[in-house]
């Protein structure tokens, strides 16, 4: 081709970054070892695996392949370094990370070869998006290290983390681990993809040159079968925090239940794009561009399913054809191409068979004239169209450059469609309406919501996921509290919770014969859809007082029961869309209503208790407060608005999760009820409550309030009964979306096991007790951050 040539055609030619550094990097190196306590160890196993270059399919090194022994070591190197790095003064480890975030700077070049020799993503991705993010992720936690003294009080770091990360973004889904476990003081043990190790064990010379002490970032390589599963059964690991699909997300959420790690999943996707009539279409063939052939669709939350508005569709795939037929696919390292190989050739086996399925389905596949490279793993963009809701390209995450396109009519449809999946992630609003956009975004049920733009990420705005997506956030404050606990709940001496059964003398003090009703006039039914129910069973069970003697009945609620009321929940969920003056007006209201019976409810309290009348009184009291609490919080919890390095806006939204089954704690009848509802209720969801077993009638003695405070029916459903029983129901249950649980140890596993069905939230008790009474243990943000989920909604601006 000669100069003549190129300049009638405008043909790029290749334009390919250099990677002799790299080159020789790996070649000095053959095989890397493990990095543990800043060391680099031979696996206990003697065995090495290989790593390739999906571009080529040729190896590139080879890489240690540790077995459980080697989690051992990494383990207790990371415990021994967690005495003193979790002493380590705030400004000493903003130190440390701000260090980290200028040598990643320092290697930048030299990463982003290294990240596209290894996974097979375009160079432009690496150097402008994967490694400026990484180092953004490092910057922006060394402010949190240096002020979380202060922002932070009274929270404290977990211990050893174990952290579990795909291939896809390998070293910015290490950033996005290790940046917020060390800032917030805990110490790491990261277990690298099995085809993407090596930025991993390039950062781990970082942080030799970064010089963090030794132990802090333990850098583990092998298989899932080994390091995985020997991390997630690790007993002496405090939290996994894991990113990948969504089925091995719920076998770690099985296999961690009851073990009291904390959990953090970010799974897979579905997400929708979205895009209305008005919408720009030239920005948004190229947002399509964004979506899906970014990282050849290998993205969790890229937009894989396009929804287009009925009237413009044609024009629109028209325009993507032509674009598509543009794209340049090829060798990773090439400075002009648009898509690179596909991670594995496992990986594109499996793209090609579900494209496959789709073309058997029926589904109209489209790709573009030109051939991908016959070396090395590659697939070319496609788009289908004339895709049925329910197919499996519609449904199943391809994690490849397939776009599956599907037209709706109206708004309502679009918001049908889009939440017409099990996954959660992320979605994209294409309007040139404002107002229209802002409507859907909190209809749409998804932790990220791009506005006109799409697949944007910055440290400060929180990412993950609602339903099966998982749960948890990374970046943002958000994030940190995944690494961090109530100070107050690690110490030995949990509380001074009121324990079930009180001393004898108190109980004297009491005056139980006269507060025992000679006969037992009334058995409470359920509480659903605001009416009492007869419980299905027809049963009712007894209720012994403090004294032994009978002092109740209350209804014997089955898996019917709780059925009804989960229904009965969601019919109520306009709660949410509700203005939050008006809820706060209603938990003042059923305030003001038990006040006046403040009394009687004290004697309940006595009575099911044996606790004397001054402390009955007392629960009443710190109820009352309690509600006061909420009210005032619930238009005040709010949210943030970030301010990322775009021209725009990031509305960190705090929405509620929808359905709650809760089951109360047997210690303080009335107050552990009432601290459970009020702040789930202040956050917009509706409940479903198990009140205690032991001590149910505070609770049923709710019912009138409850109807006479203008609180929607469906809004607080009671259901009384067994706990374990019930919660079991509620924590398999599809519609509930989660389950809190104060009961015992062998019950809170059960809750945390029911719940990976559709990958719930929980939050359970191990059977470990608080002191309710305290503001600290009882009520606050634990609580209300437990009621929401926060959705981030980009807003970009500017003509
Ligand atoms: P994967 O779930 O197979 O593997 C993820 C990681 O977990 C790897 O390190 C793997 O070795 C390890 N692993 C696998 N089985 C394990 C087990 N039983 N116990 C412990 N560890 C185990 O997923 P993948 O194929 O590597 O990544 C693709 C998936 O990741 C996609 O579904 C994608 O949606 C998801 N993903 C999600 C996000 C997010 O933020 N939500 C980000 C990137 C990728
Ligand atoms: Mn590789």
């Known amino acids: 081709m000669n100069v003549m040539d190129i ?46 270059n999906p571009a080529t399919n040729k190896a590139l090194v080879q890489v240690a392949s540790a077995n459980s022994d080697d989690v051992d070591a990494a383990v207790s190197a990371a415990r021994k370094a967690f005495k003193t790095w979790s002493k380590t003064p705030d400004h000493v480890r903003a130190r440390y990370l701000y260090a980290l975030a200028r040598t990643i700077q320092k290697h930048a070049r030299f990463l982003s070869v290294l990240e596209s020799l290894d996974n097979g993503k375009s160079i432009r991705e690496t150097r402008d998006i994967d490694i400026p993010l990484v180092a953004r992720h490092f910057y922006y936690h060394a402010g949190w290290a240096q002020l979380m003294g202060r922002e932070l009080s009274g929270y404290e ?45 390039k950062f781990a010379e970082i942080i030799q040159e970064a010089g963090l002490p030794a132990g802090v970032i333990n850098i583990v390589t092998g298989e899932a079968s080994q390091v995985g599963d020997a991390l997630v059964k690790h007993p002496d690991v405090n939290k996994i925090a894991f990113t990948g699909s969504t089925d091995v997300g719920r076998s770690i959420r099985r296999a961690t239940a ?31 561009v964004d979506a899906i052939w970014f990282n050849q669709g290998q993205v969790c939350c890229a937009g894989s399913r396009l929804l287009v508005q009925e009237n413009i569709a044609e024009r629109l795939f028209s325009k993507l054809r032509a674009r598509m037929e543009k794209l340049r696919l090829g060798d990773p390292l090439d400075k002009a191409i648009d898509i690179g190989a596909i991670v594995s050739p496992a990986q594109l086996q499996e793209i090609t068979r579900l494209v496959a399925q789709g073309e058997a389905e029926g589904a109209e596949k489209w790709q573009p004239s030109w051939a991908c490279p016959t070396e090395g793993s590659f697939f070319p963009p496609t788009l289908f169209t004339n895709v049925t809701p329910a197919s499996t390209i519609a449904q199943i995450e391809i994690f490849g450059p397939v776009l599956v396109a599907m037209t709706f009519r109206t708004p309502a449809e679009a918001v049908e469609l889009a939440n017409n999946t099990r996954y959660g992630l992320a979605a994209s609003i294409w309007s040139e309406n404002i107002n229209l956009a802002l409507d859907i975004a909190p209809k749409v049920k998804a932790g990220s919501v791009w506005i006109n733009c799409t697949n944007v990420f910055d440290a400060s705005s929180g990412f993950g996921g609602y339903r099966e997506s998982g749960f948890g956030r990374e970046g943002g404050k958000e994030g940190l509290y995944e690494y961090i ?44 859809g605001g009416k009492q129910a007869r419980p ?98 619930a238009d005040k919890f709010e949210g943030t608005i970030h301010r990322p390095p775009m021209r725009g806006v990031v509305l960190a939204m705090h929405e509620q999760i929808g359905v709650i089954g809760m089951a109360c704690p047997d210690e303080y009848p009335l107050l552990g009820f009432v601290s459970l509802v009020a702040p789930a209720i202040a956050m917009g ?35 009384t009964g067994e706990r374990d029983a019930l919660s079991k129901v ?70």
């Open 485 to 528: 606990r109530p100070a107050w709940s690690g110490s030995k001496s949990v509380s001074k919770a009121r324990q079930p059964q009180v001393a004898s003398e108190e109980r004297e003090e009491s005056t139980l014969s006269e507060v025992n009703p000679p006969a037992i006039d009334r058995t409470p039914k359920l509480f659903i």
């Open 258 to 288: 009851g073990s009291g790690k904390k959990l953090s999943l970010e799974l897979g996707g579905k997400s929708p794009f979205i895009v209305f009539d008005d919408a720009d279409l030239d920005s948004v063939v190229e947002g399509v």
């Open 730 to 799: 509620l924590a398999e249950h599809d519609d509930v979306e989660a389950c809190w649980y104060f009961g015992s140890e062998e019950g809170s596993r059960m809750v945390e096991h029911a719940s990976a069905g559709n990958m719930k939230r929980t939050w359970v008790n191990y059977g470990a007790q608080r002191d309710w009474l305290s503001p600290l243990q009882g009520e606050g943000e634990e609580f209300l951050r437990a009621s929401i989920q926060v959705k981030n909604i980009w807003v970009p601006y500017g003509e």
């Open 685 to 719: 969801n509706t409940v479903v409550v198990i009140p205690s077993p032991k001590a149910p009638l505070s609770a049923t003695d709710c019912y009138q309030i409850f109807e006479t405070s203008d609180v929607p029916a469906g809004v607080i459903n009671i259901v």
């Open 536 to 633: 299905d069973s027809g049963y009712s069970l007894r209720v012994i007082g403090a004294n032994g003697s009978l002092i109740g009945e209350v209804g014997e609620g089955n898996r019917k029961d709780i059925r009804n009321a989960v229904e009965a929940a969601h019919a109520a969920s306009k709660w949410a869309s509700g203005t939050t003056h008006n809820r706060a007006q209603i938990l003042y209201y059923i305030a003001e209503n038990m006040a006046a019976r403040e009394d009687e409810f004290a004697r309940r309290i006595a009575q099911q208790t044996g606790c004397g009348h001054v402390e009955a009184v007392k629960e009443v009291q710190a109820s009352l407060s309690r509600l006061f609490s909420y009210a005032a919080w």
């Open 157 to 201: 770091p977990l211990g050893v983390v174990g952290q579990i990360i795909p291939w896809n973004f390998p070293l910015l889904m290490l950033a996005w681990k290790i940046a917020p476990a060390i800032a917030m003081g805990n110490t790491v043990v990261l277990k690298p993809a099995r085809y993407t190790p090596l930025t991993a064990l």
């Open 7 to 52: 300049f009638e055609t405008m043909e790029y030619g290749p334009a390919p970054e250099a990677a002799s550094t790299v080159q020789s990097w790996l070649q000095e190196h053959q095989q890397f070892r493990l990095f543990i306590g800043n060391r680099w160890v031979e696996p206990a196993s003697g065995k090495y695996m290989e790593s390739t």
